[in-house]
């Protein structure tokens, strides 16, 4: 489903010297499969994220997911692909402030074919308790609110993976499970391969697979050395 080979991402500070970030030799991820990806701040998670999602495109190497490469695609189509097949939960959620809970969703089902399922929708939006909050608008909604509206939106055009950028950083400890429960059982029920990065050991802990990043990328391999 998804599978990273020989991928290199750098970034060039202002005084013209590379900035190496990336070096992974081999990762991959099956259909439903659930992965936390853990490692100190600054090390390239969610640069790792981007160019999953082909947000950022790799210097170098392979993302194949769903049998595209989508390192080859144009930035246009990338952003069709990823509209497509990329479900992504922001860590401060991204949503429209103008735009009502249901109309964020559909929007984002826009973003790939132009049509919106306005009935996947409202499933989406029910599933996550927010069958009652269709009509509000983000500054209406607690921030957990929020986040499951996240989370409906991620879901929207049935992708192939999910990637939750540190989802339960800005949400009170009350809330945070619910938000993994849902991220966890809405991926399991579609068989949508799951890649969540946390500082959390508390989140890391309920995943079988943990991916330390600092285990994986050879930059940081390299600089520990």
Known sequence: MLELRDVKKSFTLPDGTPLHVLDIEEFQAGAGEQIVIVGHSGCGKTTLLHVIAGISRPDSGRVVIDGWDTTVLSEADRDQFRAAKIGYVFQTFNLLPAFSALENVMIGMAFADGRADRDRALMLLDRVGLSHRLTHKPAQLSVGEQQRVAVARAMA??????????PTANIDSGN??????MLRGACQQENVALLLVTHSPEVAKQFDRVERLEEINRVLVSNRD
């Open 176 to 181: 945070q499970q619910q938000v993994i429960d």
């Open 157 to 166: 055009n049935r992708p192939k993976v999910l990637l939750a950028d540190e």
